[in-house]
């Protein structure tokens, strides 16, 4: 099985160029089974392909004692096996309260700045992540279920190009074609032990669900090779979005940039004429390039909004609609300009958030207007302050249902010129509390909350 295994990654690694002669690869490895595997076959092909491995290691500062058992484990086999070694560590959780992300988000970021150093200090240009075939299906299913778009089937690549303060750099995934029953067969057969991070079994996290429970349950039911055919359907639709973007490219004219209205910031065009006359899955395509060089980013964009700048192109010209990050649409003639509208908030209030464990509060959650309670783990995107924007919602009663933010305003009685006024909690267009009426209950704190969310109304 070994020289089976190493003969698909050689292979796998010539197919899409991972690694050339001569280069240093900064290998972050956990020291779980997908790491481990990884960073064995990487030393077994260093020689035959001729290339440099250093492992990198970051303690998040979360699991506490475990963590650090981890470290040192990884550590302990780099020194027995004579590879450098390069360790981090860091109080994600503060990052996180800091920067006003998830853990998971600051948690990334953070290891891929110090995987970018030290690309800095080896001279490598590539950073090997050991995500699996498994990792990959779930991550298809991940974005299918929260409504993401074709580019959300392309599930995780082989390799792709990251800007780092240190140039471009390579993300390559050296194991994402090994499914978790070759690597943990790969492991037994070369006698390698591994670290296990026992939040894999717990299945609050919704990654975790669709690992344990959804897939297990397809693979039974409907299909046992369900992770091939997302495999196969990932790539596939990974072909079809290069297609896209090749074709999007060539209407790149079509979008120009000038100074905003107030010589400030910066304003959007994008030339209906030329648009009009485009299939639409190249219309929303150039909508959602233009949007993204308007705001500088795409996360919490969904198609809910590239759907209402399509129809905003159709429109006559005066129509207006807001958008993500403060974007606000306008149709002027025969042009969608996309301006950066800073929207004035109320100034006698904001809100604190901090972020602590759950066994260090009291088992009473208090029932205050000004303070809200909200399980971490189940928000999935960086939290934001803001006012009301078009397509905003809450998840509301036992039964998950969702309700416009707009018609909870017009059922709670809110007068129509005081709602733009009021200020919101939310995750991209998902609100998690209207800050002095009512919090969402999709991120209600439950028996098996480990981090909890503290919101705070503080007056100015």
Not at 131 to 159: Q, Y
Not at 164 to 190: D, N, T, W
Not at 264 to 280: A, Y
Request: proline residues 3%.
């Amino acid at each position: 099985m070994n020289e089976k295994i190493l003969n698909k990654i050689s292979k796998y690694i010539g197919d899409y160029k991972l690694i050339g002669p001569g280069d240093t690869v900064i290998a972050g490895v956990s020291g779980g089974a997908d790491s481990m595997c990884m960073l064995l076959i990487l030393e077994e092909l260093s020689e035959k392909l001729d290339f440099k491995v250093i492992v990198a290691h970051v303690n998040h500062g979360i699991r506490g004692k475990d963590a650090e058992k981890d470290a040192e484990f990884v550590k302990e086999y780099c020194e027995k096996n004579k590879i450098q070694f390069e360790l981090s560590c860091k109080d994600i959780p503060a990052l996180a309260k800091e920067t006003g992300t998830t853990c998971e988000e600051a948690g990334r970021n953070f290891r891929y700045e110090f995987f970018s150093e030290l690309c800095e200090k080896y001279g490598a240009r590539s950073i090997a992540v050991a995500h699996n075939s498994g990792d990959n299906a779930e991550t298809v299913l991940f974005n299918i279920f929260r409504g993401s778009g074709i580019g959300g089937l392309k599930g995780i690549l082989p390799v792709r190009t990251i800007r780092s303060a240190f140039g471009e750099l390579k993300i390559i995934r050296p194991v994402l074609v090994l499914s978790r029953e070759e690597i943990e067969g790969y492991l037994r057969e070369r006698g390698q032990g591994y670290c296990t991070d026992a939040t894999n079994n717990e299945d609050a996290y919704t990654r975790n669900r669709i690992r344990n429970v959804i897939l297990p349950e397809a693979r039974k039911g409907i299909n046992s090779n369900v992770t091939g055919h997302l495999e196969n359907l990932s790539r596939q639709a990974a072909e079809v979005f290069d297609f896209i973007e090749q074709e999007t490219d060539r209407y790149s004219y079509i979008i120009s940039e000038t100074a905003g209205p107030d010589k400030t910031g910066k304003l959007v065009k994008v030339d209906c004429t030329v648009l009009k006359s485009l299939h639409p899955v190249l219309k929303k395509s150039i909508l959602r390039h233009a949007f993204e060089r308007a705001a500088g980013r795409l996360k919490d964009v969904e198609e809910v909004h590239i759907e209402d700048m399509l129809r905003l192109s159709e429109n006559t010209s005066g129509k207006k609609i807001s958008l993500p990050y403060g974007i606000v649409a306008v149709k002027e003639y025969d042009d969608i300009l996309l301006i950066k509208e800073n929207i004035p908030q109320k100034k006698d209030i904001t809100v604190e958030l901090t972020i602590v464990d759950r066994d260090t509060l009291p088992a009473q959650i208090p029932n205050e207007d000004d303070v809200k309670w909200f399980d971490l783990e189940k928000i999935t995107n960086a939290t934001e302050l803001r006012t009301m924007r078009e397509g905003d919602y809450l998840v509301i009663g036992k039964d998950a249902h969702k309700k416009s933010l707009k018609r909870f305003m017009i059922d709670s009685k809110i007068p129509l010129h005081e709602r733009e006024d009021i200020l919101l909690l939310t995750e991209g267009s998902h609100v998690l509390w209207v800050v002095g009426y009512r919090r969402d209950d999709s991120c209600l704190v439950s028996g098996s909350t480990q981090k909890v969310l503290i919101a705070k109304k503080i007056h100015l």
